[in-house]
């Protein structure tokens, strides 16, 4: 019997990452995987198990790639706010990166899921509540610290800044530019507790009407 040309396995599960990432999981079939990766069907089985267990791998690789980002900026940065805002920036940059399929695995590859793939649809509903921990987590901490009020409710803003990453990541798969996902991030920001008093006291004294709750005189 012939053998079956030798595949490179790192360039084959990337093909396979994008095929996910693009179509989600249930929409993606093996022999569209397949097509996408230039192997048989029994090879894919061969190398990865079935596509659940490959699409386990390819979330992982996601994690330690291109969603990388997420962790790097709530470890690497000294407050929680600092961390958040990078978190915001990064995710614009990289869910409207042209040289991969907009938005991010992870929020989007199992939304429509029929009952046959609750499995997958509960995993990375999981993976999506841990980010929102970890958020909650430096919140938390920073209150503690002094850095933020005693009563910030860091669930609530954890839950905030989730749900604004997950919009976000919506909108690049709806066209949104990565300006448009800055301006969104901006604006995020000033839900962090007295940014908006800060960024009021900075205002000319013809806004005045403006940092009062009325209009401004012109």
């Given at each position: 019997?012939?053998r079956?040309?030798?595949?490179?396995?790192?360039?084959?599960?990337?093909?396979?990452?994008?095929?996910?990432?693009r179509?989600?999981?249930?929409?993606?079939?093996?022999?569209?995987?397949?097509?996408?990766?230039?192997?048989?069907?029994?090879?894919?089985?061969a190398?990865?198990?079935?596509k659940?267990?490959?699409?386990?791998?390819v979330?992982?690789r996601?994690?330690r790639?291109?969603?990388?980002f997420?962790a790097?900026?709530?470890?690497?940065?000294?407050?929680?706010?600092?961390?958040?805002?990078?978190?915001?920036?990064?995710a614009a940059?990289?869910?409207?990166?042209?040289g991969?399929?907009?938005?991010?695995?992870?929020?989007s590859?199992?939304?429509?899921?029929?009952?046959?793939?609750?499995?997958?649809?509960?995993?990375?509903?999981?993976?999506?509540?841990?980010?929102?921990?970890?958020i909650a987590a430096r919140?938390?901490?920073?209150?503690?610290?002094?850095?933020?009020p005693?009563?910030?409710?860091?669930?609530?803003?954890a839950?905030?800044?989730?749900?604004?990453?997950?919009?976000?990541?919506?909108?690049?798969?709806d066209?949104?530019t990565?300006?448009?996902?800055?301006?969104?991030?901006?604006f995020?920001m000033?839900a962090?507790?007295?940014?908006?008093?800060?960024?009021?006291?900075?205002?000319?004294?013809n806004?005045?009407?403006?940092?009062?709750?009325?209009?401004?005189?012109?």
């Amino acid at each position: 019997m012939s053998r079956q040309r030798a595949f490179n396995r790192d360039v084959v599960l990337e093909i396979a990452l994008r095929e996910f990432w693009r179509h989600g999981y249930e929409a993606t079939s093996v022999a569209s995987l397949t097509a996408a990766m230039g192997i048989r069907p029994p090879s894919l089985y061969a190398a990865f198990g079935d596509k659940r267990r490959l699409f386990e791998e390819v979330v992982e690789r996601y994690q330690r790639s291109h969603g990388a980002f997420s962790a790097v900026a709530m470890t690497e940065e000294p407050t929680a706010r600092e961390a958040i805002a990078r978190l915001l920036r990064e995710a614009a940059a990289e869910y409207t990166d042209p040289g991969h399929p907009p938005g991010c695995l992870v929020i989007s590859a199992a939304v429509n899921c029929g009952p046959e793939s609750a499995d997958v649809q509960e995993a990375m509903r999981e993976l999506r509540e841990a980010g929102k921990a970890g958020i909650a987590a430096r919140i938390a901490a920073d209150a503690v610290a002094g850095l933020l009020p005693e009563d910030t409710d860091a669930g609530a803003l954890a839950t905030f800044y989730a749900a604004t990453v997950q919009g976000m990541s919506t909108q690049a798969r709806d066209g949104a530019t990565r300006r448009d996902l800055e301006r969104i991030a901006e604006f995020a920001m000033l839900a962090w507790p007295g940014e908006r008093a800060g960024a009021l006291e900075g205002m000319p004294e013809n806004l005045e009407g403006t940092r009062a709750g009325r209009p401004a005189v012109r």
